[in-house]
């Protein structure tokens, strides 16, 4: 009875031993592996962490720089708009002052004039001449005088019932009347194309200086009185040396005139 | 009789588009080319257009052979090279004439003889002929300038032959600057047509 018990507890504490083998056993796996597991997936965990706010950043940057492209086009679309707009108004500015300015001419001048407006310029390099928006319709006449605020520009040479053609004041054939108000020198002014026009045969030893004003004479009732015509660049003796040459530059730039004032001519 | 109609329909419709064509290049002059001046000349579109139309079309006469040039008196020869210009440049020409005498106190007689002129030069038979087409430009626009001064002096006008000297180059010089862009075109559709009439045939 008393071997049997032994041997019981023998056998018991055999397998109580075993027990506590293998809990040691898997402690001693399992620990270290849990471990290495945990940080395995925290390692994972903070590795997709950090990806997903990588790919969050990227996706709101992307979205952020997509948006301000888009506000930028919108900017700059507006900016080029307010630029046409300005460039618009600027230049409805610059004729109303002209406009203005011609009016005053208008009511300055005490005879019938016609506001009109430079549509076209002649096709070739021999004729300097204008087309007028304005003809017969509007009482101009051929002869009549075309002046701006500047100076003088012309003078009509053919007209059609909606249009006129005007001969600048640049056209070798166009003459008019000019005094140089400092000396009371008259002259008739002749246009030379591109170059400046020219007063001929003025008497020698008349004291004429560079910068005197030349305006218009007004005597036969086609310019109005002392309208500025220009201003003296250039005196020198002519060809023959008997006379002296005048060269006066123009005070309108003939080759970029858009609103002009034709008066036509005097009765008497 | 309905290939009469046909055909003059066909012409009718030529003449359609160069009336088109000569009012379009008419208008460009007038209202866009005129507002820019480069060195204070203006190019001269529609006399550029009259040269490249002669030097494209070019004459209807046939070219003589050898034969009839063998047989043909120096006299015969000189009058049928007088007379192998181009008659539809000489047309453009005389219409652009017209065109240009409504707004300068001048029939500019140098448009039609300079169509009739360019026709001489034919280069409806060049490769490379765009390139050709630029001095030619340049050589007929000096001399239809040069007949300008010249019709201008006898009407009586001051200073012609000054003001040639100052004008006639870069004028000419800015005329082949466009000469290319028009022949190029020009060429094109009288290829075409040359082509369609072939096939019709």
């Known amino acids: ?268 | 009789m309905i290939l009469g109609s046909m055909r003059s329909r066909k012409r009718l419709g030529e003449i359609s588009i160069a009336a088109l064509l000569v009012l379009v290049v008419w208008l460009i002059q007038l209202a866009l080319l005129s507002k820019f001046r480069f060195g204070d000349v203006l190019c001269n579109l529609p006399l550029t257009m009259i040269i490249v139309w002669g030097v494209t079309f070019g004459s209807p006469m046939p070219k003589p052979t050898n034969d009839e040039l063998r047989i043909s008196t120096l006299p015969a020869i000189l009058l049928r090279q007088f007379l192998s210009g181009s008659p539809s440049g000489a047309i453009i020409g005389a219409f652009f004439a017209a065109l240009a005498s409504s707004v300068i106190p001048a029939y500019p007689l140098a448009y039609p003889i300079i169509g009739w002129t360019a026709g001489y030069f034919s280069l409806k038979n060049f490769n490379q002929a765009a390139f050709l087409c630029i001095p030619l430009v340049v050589l007929l626009s000096f001399l239809g300038e040069t007949i300008m001064a010249v019709q201008l002096s006898i009407m009586g006008r001051h200073e012609v032959f000054s003001h040639l000297a100052m004008i006639s180059v870069p004028e000419a010089l800015l005329n082949a600057l466009i000469a290319p862009i028009l022949f190029i075109p020009m060429r094109g559709w009288f290829e075409f047509s040359r082509w369609r009439q072939m096939s019709t045939e």
């Open chain 1, 1 to 268: 009875m008393a071997v049997r018990n032994e041997s019981d507890l023998e056998a018991q504490s055999q397998s109580v031993a075993e027990y506590l083998f293998l809990i040691m056993l898997v402690l001693m796996v399992a620990v270290p592996i849990s471990g290495m597991a945990l940080s395995v997936s925290s390692w994972f965990s903070s590795i997709y962490a950090k990806g997903e706010y990588q790919f969050v950043s990227t996706k709101n940057l992307a979205e952020q720089l997509l948006n301000a492209s888009t506000r930028i086009r919108t900017l700059e679309s507006k900016l080029a708009q307010n630029e046409l707009e300005l460039a618009r108004l600027k230049q409805e500015s610059r004729d109303t002052n002209r406009l203005r300015s011609l009016l005053g001419l208008k009511s300055k001048a005490g005879r019938v004039t016609v506001s009109a407006e430079v549509v076209a310029r002649n096709p070739d390099n021999w004729f300097e001449q204008v087309v007028i928006d304005k003809g017969s319709n509007d009482q101009i006449t051929v002869g009549s005088a075309v002046i701006s605020i500047a100076g003088v520009v012309g003078q009509v040479v053919r007209v059609s019932e909606h249009d006129s053609v005007v001969r600048l004041a640049t056209d070798p054939e166009q003459k008019e009347g000019v005094l140089i108000s400092k000396l009371g020198l008259t002259g008739t002014l002749v246009g030379n194309n591109q170059n400046a026009a020219r007063i001929d045969y003025v008497p020698i030893g008349t004291n004429v200086d560079v910068g005197d004003k030349v305006v218009t004479l007004g005597k036969a009732g086609i310019f109005p009185d002392n309208h500025p015509v220009g201003t003296v660049a250039a005196v020198r003796r002519d060809a023959n040396g008997a006379s002296m040459q005048i060269d006066v530059k123009l005070s309108e730039n003939c080759y970029d005139i858009s609103q002009v004032l034709v008066l036509p001519p005097l009765a008497n």
